[in-house]
């Protein structure tokens, strides 16, 4: 995104709706420091411009991927959906994606409020990759890896800026442990803050599978959270 | 992957939303009708906001009524809910209605089991939060980031946050207009301005 600064009156507007605080006062004129901006959209949707000064600047590879990983009314094309992420567990009872004894895993990097730079990223996906998953492949995120199978990500995306970036596999119950271990590493080594998810289909019994796991961990986990509630159809037939 | 599911802070207890989409290739086709049903089901229930993830909230499209007619198939839409009266009365709709679109609920897991109990349904899967990890001496503090972690998308910047308290502060608005400020950057219409209402009323006083 960028500010006209010849048509740019100072106002001000602008600068609170940047989530990375990419937008200054410079002189009394708004000025978007470029490699900082996510290409979020927001300060265009919601500034209100009194003088329409701030415009979308064509969009090439690979800040392209700023926008889809960063503006949620974007649409993916690996996803086919808005926003960054893909249908997870949230049609699980129709796509049988995460079957008992699957845990979903999300990690997205760069929420909440930091944003990440794609270096980091790859540190958190070739920390995990150790593990021997297999990332996601309608993710968008998965498609900028060079090497799926290292977590490694093409050169000319590591410093692109994005909102967040989310990485996503499945897991064994039994691999959460170390998981776990590899996330604590890894924290130490980044810049960005990412957030961290478990999806899980509920027992037959109405046990949660990975509870034990977690409360061995002695990790924090939310009270709160998502719940599908298995209304979709035709549902997936489970052997 | 995650969207409704990092809220932290006070208030969740008054604090719901339901997602509903089709899934690809499986039921997406001729799922726009479905879906604005859905969303005509959440308010005559006693929905506070809806949104559409795929073309913007009210604001973005111009009305809640624009928000139900632009509907497509494909969507994934959205119903934020204050209190767990309501989101039974919706998740009742919604088993009788059978339209077979896959329908998620957030919110405090104890109360969402038992509202489903009391909607006759039961969990199928769920997604927990285990928090934030890396830098987090990079966050804000929590009674930013309540209300920011709202908006999965990160739309509701630091910044408007801290504008819109001080705004209050200085009696340049009320608690329920800051909210609803808040509220116009979340695009998929999940931010649940009742609940932020709450939020700064205790900021501000």
């Known amino acids: 995104m ?17 989530p990375v605080n990419a937008i200054r006062l410079e002189d009394d004129i708004s000025e978007i420091d470029f490699d900082e901006c996510a290409e979020c959209g927001n300060c265009l949707r919601m500034a209100d411009c009194p003088v329409d000064a701030i415009y979308q600047q064509e969009l090439t590879w690979p800040r392209t991927v700023r926008s889809i990983l960063s503006d949620p009314l974007t649409i993916a094309e690996e996803s086919g959906i808005s926003g960054r992420g893909t249908e997870e567990m949230k049609t699980n009872e129709c796509t049988g994606r995460f079957k008992l004894g699957a845990v979903g895993i999300g990690i997205e990097v760069g929420r909440c409020v930091t944003g990440a730079r794609f270096y980091d990223v790859e540190k958190v996906a070739m920390a995990v990759a150790k593990l021997g998953v297999t990332f996601e492949k309608v993710n968008p995120t998965t498609s900028l890896m060079s090497d799926p199978a290292t977590g490694k990500f093409k050169d000319d995306v590591l410093n692109e800026k994005v909102l967040s970036a ?23 080594e980044i810049d960005a803050v990412f957030s961290l998810d478990v999806a899980t289909r509920i027992a037959p019994d109405g046990s949660v599978p990975t509870d034990p796991y977690i409360q061995a961990s002695g990790l924090w986990l939310a009270p709160n959270g998502k719940t599908n509630v298995g209304l979709g159809k035709p549902r997936y037939q489970e052997v | 992957m995650t969207h409704t599911n990092h809220r932290i802070g006070e208030y969740l207890e008054e604090d719901y939303v339901i997602l509903i989409m089709p899934s690809k290739d499986i039921n997406h086709v001729g799922s726009g009708p479905k879906l604005r049903r859905y969303l005509e089901m959440a308010l005559e229930n006693g929905a506070i906001k809806i949104g559409d993830a795929r073309l913007g909230n009210e604001y973005h499209q111009g009305s809640m009524q624009a928000v139900l007619d632009n509907l497509e198939d494909r969507a994934v839409v959205q119903a934020v809910f204050k209190d767990r009266e309501t989101l039974v009365k919706a998740l009742k709709a919604y088993k009788a209605a059978d339209l077979g679109q896959c329908v998620v609920v957030s919110g405090i897991f104890d109360h969402v089991v038992e509202c489903c109990k009391e909607a006759g349904l039961e969990r199928h899967t769920i997604n927990q939060s285990m928090g934030r990890w890396g830098n987090t001496d990079r966050l804000p503090p929590l009674e930013v980031l309540q209300l920011n972690t709202m908006c999965g998308h990160g ?22 207009e800051g909210a609803e400020r808040l509220f116009s950057p979340c695009m998929c219409g999940i931010f649940n301005p009742h609940r932020a209402a709450l939020i700064l009323k205790d900021l501000t006083s």
């Open chain 1, 166 to 188: 989310i990485l996503e596999f499945a897991i064994k119950p039994e691999q959460m442990p170390d998981l776990f271990d590899a996330l604590k590493k890894v924290s130490g």
């Open chain 2, 155 to 176: 739309m509701v910047a630091v910044g408007l946050i801290n504008e819109v308290i001080e705004d209050i502060k200085a009696g340049k608005s009320t608690v329920d």
């Open chain 1, 2 to 18: 960028q500010i006209d600064q010849e048509l740019c009156t100072g106002c001000g507007q602008c600068v609170p709706y940047c």
